[in-house]
C-alpha cells in the first residue's frame, strides 16, 4: 500500500513536493491508469460508468450488491498524496488480501475510483458519486462547464475516460471510506482510530460586488462606489455569522477576486465565495438567512450592486450507525482509541449513504493539515485504519447489517 501510494504520488508531483492532479487533465487520467493497472494485476473485474467512475471487483459466492470501498485520486492544486488516495489503493489492498488468501467473500467486494471529488475544475464537488447516486442527472452532468470552457463529455471523451456502464447500475450492499481526517480532532485526542458518524452540510455562494472603477488618488472616499471594501466587509461578516451561530459552525472567504486588480485604482467589481458548513440544517439555514441580511446591509451602506449565485448546496448527511458501532467496536478489539466524530470536509460517502448504508474510517493527519503538501499520516496510522477497514469488511460479510 505505501509503495503504490508513493508511486501514485509521482504522477502530478509538484516542485515543492505535493500533488496535483485536478480532475480529468492529463495527470490524472495517467493516475488512473497507473491504478486500473493494479487492479487489473490483481485479477479484478474493471467497469468504468458513463461519468468516469472505476469500479474493480471481486466475486462473491451471490453476486451482485458488494460491499464497496473507494474514494478519488484526484487532487485540489496543490494537495498532498494520501487525501484520496489512501482509501483507493488501501481498498485494493484489502482486495488483494482476499485474492491472495483464498479467503472466499460471501458478498462481492468493490473498489471505487469517483470523478471529480475536489470539484476544482468542474463543480460541484463530489460529482462522480453525486451522478452515481442519483442526485444529479448524466445529462445535466455531462454539460458541466470547466473553468477552462470545457464540457465534463468532452473531457471524458478526448480522455477515453467515458465508459458504458450506467451510472447507479449496482446498489451496493454497504460502502465504507477510508480516508485521513483532514482536521485536528483525533491527533488532539491521541485517537487512531475515527468512527465517522456524519458530514456537515455544505453551502458555497459566490458574490460578485460591483461598484464603480476610479482612480485611487482622486476619489473621495466618501464618494466611492469599492467593490473591493464591500468584499472586505463581508469576509468580517462571515466570521461574525459563525460566532452568532456558535459551536459547530464554520465559514470560510476562498476566493477573492478584484477587478481591475491594480494598485492605484478603486476596483469596480470583486467576485468571492462564501463556505459555510454545519452538521445541523436548521443552523445551516440560519447562517445562508444571516448572510444574505448582511449582504443586502452592506449594499445599502457601500452603494454597490450584488449578483449571488449558489454553487453547491449539499444537506448534512448521518451516517449508518451499525456500521460506525461495527468500527469503534473492533478499535476497541484491537485496543487503539477510537473517537465517534463527524467529518468537516465533504465525501463521496455522503453520496453514497443515499443509496446504501455508509460510514466512513479516519486516520489522523499530522497537525491537521490537508490540501497542502504537508499533509501527512505516519505508516503506522495508515496501517491501523487499514487493519479496521479489512475486519469491518470481514463482518459485514457475515451479513450483520441484516
Known amino acids: 500500500m505505501h509503495e503504490r501510494i508513493a508511486s501514485l504520488a509521482h504522477i502530478g508531483k509538484t516542485s515543492d513536493g505535493g500533488s496535483r492532479r485536478i480532475a480529468l487533465t492529463d495527470d490524472d487520467i495517467a493516475g488512473r491508469n497507473l491504478v486500473i493497472s493494479w487492479m487489473k494485476d490483481t485479477g ?15 466475486k462473491g459466492e451471490v453476486e451482485g450488491s458488494p460491499i464497496m470501498m473507494g474514494s478519488h485520486i484526484d487532487t485540489v492544486g496543490n494537495g498532498g498524496h494520501l487525501d484520496g488516495s489512501y482509501g483507493v489503493i488501501g481498498g485494493l489492498e484489502i482486495l488483494a488480501a482476499y485474492k491472495e488468501s483464498g479467503k472466499i467473500n460471501k458478498h462481492d467486494l468493490c473498489v471505487a475510483i469517483f470523478t471529480n471529488e475536489e470539484g476544482v475544475r468542474f463543480q460541484p464537488d463530489m460529482l462522480g458519486s453525486l451522478v452515481y447516486a442519483g442526485g444529479m442527472s448524466l445529462d445535466d452532468a455531462h454539460n458541466i462547464i470547466s473553468t477552462d470552457g470545457k464540457t465534463i463529455y468532452d473531457e471524458l471523451t478526448r480522455t477515453g475516460t467515458l465508459g458504458s456502464m450506467v451510472c447507479g447500475s449496482i446498489t451496493p450492499y454497504a460502502f465504507i471510506e477510508l480516508h485521513i481526517e483532514q482536521g485536528p480532532v483525533l491527533e488532539s485526542k491521541n485517537s487512531q482510530i475515527g468512527a465517522v458518524e456524519g458530514v456537515q452540510g455544505i453551502s458555497w ?40 451561530i456558535g459551536s459547530g459552525q464554520v465559514g470560510t472567504v476562498g476566493v477573492i477576486s478584484p477587478k481591475p486588480n491594480l494598485i492605484n485604482v478603486v476596483p469596480g467589481e470583486v467576485y468571492m465565495t462564501v463556505d459555510l458548513r454545519n452538521i445541523d440544517e436548521k443552523k445551516l439555514k440560519k447562517a445562508e438567512d444571516l448572510l444574505k441580511q448582511k449582504i443586502k446591509h452592506i449594499c445599502l451602506a457601500e452603494k454597490v450592486n450584488v449578483e449571488t449565485e449558489q454553487l453547491v448546496r ?30 468537516g470536509a465533504g465525501h463521496d460517502a455522503q453520496m453514497m449513504a ?42 459485514i460479510d457475515l451479513n450483520l447489517l441484516d
Open 314 to 343: 449539499f444537506k448534512p448527511v448521518n451516517f449508518d450507525k451499525r456500521i460506525s458501532n461495527i468500527i469503534a467496536n473492533i478499535s476497541d478489539e484491537k485496543g487503539l482509541q477510537c473517537t465517534r466524530l463527524n467529518s
Open 44 to 58: 479484478l473485474d474493471v467497469q468504468v460508468d458513463q461519468i468516469g467512475n472505476v469500479f474493480a471487483t471481486l
Open 205 to 244: 455562494t459566490g458574490v460578485t460586488f460591483k461598484g464603480q472603477s476610479n482612480h485611487a488618488g482622486t476619489t473621495p472616499m466618501n464618494l466611492r462606489k469599492d467593490a473591493a471594501y464591500a468584499a472586505s466587509q463581508l469576509s468580517v461578516a462571515v466570521r461574525e455569522i459563525t460566532k452568532i
Open 354 to 395: 443515499r443509496i446504501c448504508p455508509t460510514s466512513m474510517v479516519f486516520v489522523p493527519s499530522k497537525d491537521g493539515i490537508s490540501h497542502n503538501p504537508r499533509e501527512y499520516t505516519s505508516k503506522e496510522h495508515l496501517n491501523y485504519g487499514l487493519q479496521i477497514l479489512y475486519e469491518t469488511i470481514n463482518r
